[in-house]
């Protein structure tokens, strides 16, 4: 395994502070039942995932800090907030997906929440067994950093090429096998995923859904994963970095449910991104990009191409 800060007490406790946040966050569900969810209370919830990271951040370096040192608890502490910048940015994408899938299902905004429960606790399971596995390859075969690297240039590139191309839901592989293989009812029936007719059971295209969202969690842990082992080597930091992220995935669907358009030239800001780290990736063993100039080029990347979609906006409203 590669060298890790993190230790069985950290990865611990960490895993119980994410069970209690998870909890927190579905007894919140239940209490507020099916609803539409506003932008209002969207931007509040991302406000206080962002806030807990941040929190988190800080008793990290603190804790590093005592243990090991400034340099160390500066040097991590960076790590940390570098990744869960890559990370949340590359989500937008992921949430974009979610926006297509919702609207070609016409899914009730009020069931949409719980979907997106169920979603992001699979991508939780789903990266953190991709990222074990990444962890372990690397400590063996050093020269996966350059397979990752060249993946995710090649990535950037296919997403600056097709950013403008709408998926076409009905040719996808897993929608058709359904389709082929399942009995499914035309109409939702509340937030049930199955119900029995005749004695026969159905699923519902909220089950349908719920596949596809966890599908593509897959496909952009895939994505994503190696991006941030060009950022650190510490599995810790790539774990709690990559589960932060995912859990306010949730919320900033909803923020950006309703303004997707507005964010037309975020998918170029996020190829350029994934170029950039990609490169980062292939010249770690001729020069490591430290990683305060690394958050600073992924901020600007993404501040530049968030103020360039408000502007053009306007202009053509």
């Known amino acids: 395994m590669l060298d890790s800060i993190g230790t069985p007490a950290l990865y611990l406790g960490f895993t119980l502070l994410v069970i209690i946040l998870l909890a927190v966050d579905f007894v919140a569900l239940r209490v507020q039942g099916s609803h539409k969810v506003s932008v209002k209370e969207a931007a509040a919830w991302s406000a206080v995932w962002i806030a807990v990271s941040l929190v988190f951040c800080g008793g990290f370096w603190w804790y590093l800090d005592n243990e090991f040192g400034r340099e160390i608890a500066n040097k991590k502490a960076l790590e940390f907030l570098t990744g869960y910048l890559i990370e949340k940015s590359l989500a937008v994408d992921n949430v974009f997906v979610w926006i ?14 719980r979907v997106l429960l169920y979603g992001v606790l699979g991508a ?18 050093h020269w996966i950093l350059y397979i990752f690297g060249l993946f995710l240039m ?3 590139v296919k997403m600056l090429v097709f950013s403008s191309h709408e998926p076409d839901l009905e ?19 509340g937030e049930r995923f199955f119900l029995l007719k005749n004695g026969v059971r159905y699923a519902t295209p909220m089950f349908v859904v719920l596949m596809l969202v966890e599908a593509t969690d897959l496909i952009f842990a895939v994505d994503s994963i190696p991006a941030i082992f060009a950022v650190t080597s510490d599995p810790f930091i790539v774990f709690t970095s990559n589960i932060f992220a995912i859990l306010g995935l949730r919320a900033m669907y909803f923020l950006l449910a309703d303004m997707a358009q507005r964010f037309h ?3 170029y800001g996020l190829a350029i991104i994934l170029i950039f780290i990609g490169i980062k990736m292939l010249l770690l063993d001729i020069y490591k990009i430290p990683a305060s100039i690394a958050l600073g080029i992924v901020g600007l990347i993404l501040a530049a191409s968030i103020a360039a979609s408000f502007l053009t906006s306007r202009d053509a409203a």
Do not use: C, E
């Open 171 to 189: 040719q996808n592989p897993l929608l058709r096998w359904m389709r082929g293989h399942m009995k499914i009812t035309n109409d939702y029936h």
């Open 100 to 113: 297509t899938l919702f609207s070609f299902f016409a899914v009730p905004p009020a069931f949409q929440k």
């Open 124 to 141: 939780i399971v789903m990266r953190a067994v991709l990222i074990f596995i990444g962890a372990m390859l690397l400590a063996k075969f």
């Open 154 to 156: 090649l990535t950037g």
């Open 265 to 267: 030239l975020l998918k």
